[in-house]
């Protein structure tokens, strides 16, 4: 059993030091402007009566932006917009807490989670990682994941996801990988490509083509269908191509130049955003489309709509759009050995056998508050992930039926005036969090040089979100 936070020897939360080393985010950066204000509150800030109450008649009644959903898109368009140019916003959620999916606080133990699974920071832009620093501090953070995954030899095995030299040096019986040259031969002898020579045409053809038939069944078929309901085969190939193939020993989960983790949460950070600016006004609890139909939305210059582009359009009957939810069954474990229940932060179940895709631990987290981080906290909370088609959207499952009904709802926003749509579930499209950030920033530079809130770019040339793999 573990005996403490999944570590090595640079730190809590670090990789091993050739691969921590390619981590620009060296030490504790940016700002915490509340923090540094006077408020020392590890966990979300309490809000006031009106925020909470969905009241739009106390709210003003002529605004330049109305804004639906605090999320990362919203947030970035409102701070942008009242920071550089004076624009006022009225930003509206359905749920009672700000930062979407974002949304992290701290249990009566003291422990911080989140709400709706693991969120972990990575960026290769130099201006995504510039701006967030304006609105937290950030601690260096190396994701790693394991799997638990059964050998050849029967016996089950901890191992890098994803796969590295170790993980499948683990898993095959008379396989002794040494060096970045015989991993990448291994591969090489492995991997079938799609019939014929064309390029593959669904999930499972990418994935044989990339990792080959042994790590695709351990690791990524079962996987795939607990988190899609789908087997690969009934995916489009974009979803498994992305499998990385690493020759190295290199077991962080991400490449990305800049990791990091918020160091009193991601809450904070649209707390910073947006509390106390007086060009901004929330409203949580608050429905949308009920105040639409009712007629009680204040006069705006433009709607900001960053919730479901097929619930925008529910009133045409057209056909849903399929999305991947996530069912959380939390757990306190009042004492394990060594305070921890798992070996690391997030441990992956690769099997059938078994109906969760993995179990997060967020007391490995080097963000956690003072009292956690000096070991006073005994417990700790697991969170084992479902999948699910029920329950909030996460994930916008990609296959032709789906990407040609987008497209013609696209068709119609097209045409919507006065309205932009923004953000993930807008654009049927996953994006990580700095790519909603950036999409988000590079639309209000069209607002400054054109007037016009629109994106400069095509969702899809954000490349592929993390999403699950």
Known sequence: MPTGPFASSVGVGRAEPEWAALNLVTGVCGRDGIHEGGNDAEGPLPLGDDIMSGDLST??????????????????????????????????DKRDHLGGNCYDYVTADGIRCSKYGAHLFHTQHERVWRYVQEFSQWLPFDHRVKGRVVADDGTTKLVPIPPTQETVNALFENTDVQ????????????????????????????????????????????????????YPKELDASVLMRLPCRTSTDDRYFPDQYQALPARGYTRIFENMLLGDPNVTIRLNCDFFRHRTNGTLPKHGLLVYTGQIDSYYAALGMPKLEYRSLRFEEEYVPSPPGGFYQELMVVNYPGEDVPYTRIVEYKHTPNQPRGTRDGKVAGTVIAREYSTDVGEPYYPVPNPENRELYEKYATLAAKERGVCFVGRLASYKYFNMDQAILNALEMFDNLRETGRLEPKRAPHEFGPGDGPK
């Open 59 to 92: 709210c003003p009644r002529d605004v330049d932006l109305l804004i639906v959903g605090a999320g990362l898109s919203g947030a970035v368009l409102a701070e942008r917009c009242s920071r550089e140019l004076g624009m006022t916003s009225l930003v509206i």
């Open 179 to 230: 060096g970045e040259a015989e991993m990448q031969a291994w591969y090489d002898t492995e991997r079938v490509a799609p019939p014929n020579g064309r390029s593959a045409s669904n999930g499972e053809e990418a994935a044989l083509s990339r990792v080959g038939p042994r790590l695709y069944e351990k690791i990524f078929r079962h996987y795939t269908k607990k988190q899609w309901d789908k």
